[in-house]
């Protein structure tokens, strides 16, 4: 609700209680503390609160009855931002037939607290009841019963100065020419500019254009002329001359007025200097904040809160390739198939932290580019607050960090691999194992696999360890060919190597997966011969959370050693012979306790 209809509800308002209900209590709570009245007696003239609450409840006294309202017209003129005069004329009749109709003339200064209009000034009249209606002059048989007619002109003449001493800035009149030549001005027009009236007329000629900047002449001269004369109000802004020699801004509402066949001007003036210069200080910092926008390579963005809007720097496009997501915010943002799927729970939060009052938040999340591939980010964002500390703006930066998440990976991953054959190394392997495991709250079947190279040591001294070492490669090479992109396989030291299934539907699925590496692993011809690789290969399976890496390893290894000495006895002959040809059986053990495990899952499964 704009000023001009929070002032016409609030005199409506008064005028039922003043008049219609007579509720002087409700009228005494909206006078401010330094309200100035002006009746229509001789005596009614306050000049604070405390007077006018006196004369609240002299007038009770002397009639406590209600009006009605026969006649209204009410108007609004706007001094200010929070500051207005409503002026007009009212017929009122009270209900006591020893009471005459009142003809009355009225003038309100009303002020905008936001919250609440308080009355500033009040000031009724009577037009004059002696001269004649169409009569310029007051004939002297009318002034029979008004011997005391010039003491009361001259206690009007007091009223009207306190009114226009209660006007914040200025007043004054001056006619439509060209010079805009002044006719009268109030003392705190004079006040404002710091000049006398004598220096007025003496300076400056009574022209008030002379007192206006010459700079912004053109511009007041082209307004009032573009100003239609049936327009009541006009609304300049301009500077003029002060004594200080310092220009000052003023803010001039105006109305054109037309008598005797002439137009004048009736002007309130409110100085504005203060508010320019901040609009000039807002002005210099937006210039700067857009200067820094266009030299950085970062994105910088606004979400407005209440408009649930979000504006980025142009930097956004240029980076990416599109446009981004304007409107609508909450429920589009996260929809939005330019933030990775496994992000999107981190926009979320940040965006839920912003809405909760956290000032400061920040989050790493990948935003898909015009060729699909997604590029890392850190968003940074700082809430900003109204009055009530609830959160209107979020404003924030996009900071492009995707090589140093390369660099970082690239770290990561020379830290948790193998040199040799670029699997996991084992303290990676474990704690990925661990993970899974713990993470396997649905009780899904999962196994560790141990295997290692028959006779490697054989290898290493037949063929060097040049030779064992390419061997080492290609069988991480077959590992890799016989598991999947979710399986985990890692090099825990020497020839032995490690492969986990995080997810498993059957044993049978397990041991197919063995055999498929011994497979895969009897491919390889590392040397000059024909002859294959073999590999012995332990088995251990769990389903539950509360199961360790360690016991999971140990039944593994337990299988793989413990079968492994049962069931490879070799002989000299055969030994002498891996020597020569490097022909080596394939075995594939797997743990009896594991064994006797794998039969109740499948008599468990018949059963069911």
Known sequence: MNLEQKALEFFAFLEENYYLKRDLSSVQKCLSDHISWIGTGVNEVCSNLEEAEQALANEVKEYSGTFTISDSDVNYIELSSNLCVIFGSLIVTPQSIDLAEENLRFSVVLKDMDDEMQVEHIHFSHPDLIQGEDSYFTP????????????????????????????????HQCLDDASLTILSMSDGFLNMVGYTREEIK?????????????????????????????KSELELEYRLYHKTAQPIWILDKCRRVQSDGKYTFYCILIEITDRKREQEALRLSLERYQVVINQTT????????????????????????????????????????????????????????????????????????ESGSYLWCRIRVTTQFNDYKQPIKAIGIIVDINDEKKQKQKLLDQAQRDPLTGLYNKAAICSVIES??????????????????????????????????RVLSEVAKALKNATRSTDFVGRIG????????????????????????????????????????TCSIGISITSSPETNYTDLYQQADEALYTKKSEGREWTDAQINSFKLTANVLSTFLVQHRTLQYIERLTKDKQSN
């Open 202 to 230: 003496t300076l400056f000629d009574d022209k008030f254009m002379n007192l206006i900047y010459p700079e912004d002449r053109a511009k007041v001269l082209h307004d009032i002329q573009a100003h239609e004369p049936d």
């Open 298 to 369: 970062d994105i910088v963005f606004e979400w407005d809160v209440l408009n649930n809007t979000l504006v980025f720097s142009n930097n956004f496009t240029k980076k990416f390739g599109y446009d981004a997501i304007s409107s609508e915010i909450s429920s589009r943002l996260i929809l939005t198939d330019n933030i990775h799927p496994s992000d999107k729970k981190s926009l979320s939060t940040v965006m839920r932290q912003c809405l909760s009052g956290v000032p400061y938040t920040e989050t790493e999340l990948r935003i898909k580019k």
């Open 140 to 171: 002297k048989s009318r002034m029979n019963n008004c011997s005391n007619l010039q003491e009361k002109v001259d206690i009007r003449r007091r009223q009207l100065e306190i009114l226009t001493k209660n006007i914040p800035g200025g007043a």
């Open 494 to 533: 020497g020839d032995e190597f490690i492969v986990f299934l995080p997810e498993v539907t059957t044993t049978d699925a397990v041991i197919k997966k063995a055999d498929t590496i011994l497979n895969e692993i009897r491919k390889l011809r590392p040397f000059a011969t024909e002859n294959h690789l």
């Open 436 to 469: 899974c495991i713990k993470d396997n709250t649905d009780n899904v079947h999962q196994a560790l696999l141990i295997l290692d190279i028959d006779y490697f040591k054989n290898i290493n001294d037949t063929y060097g360890h040049l030779t064992g070492d």
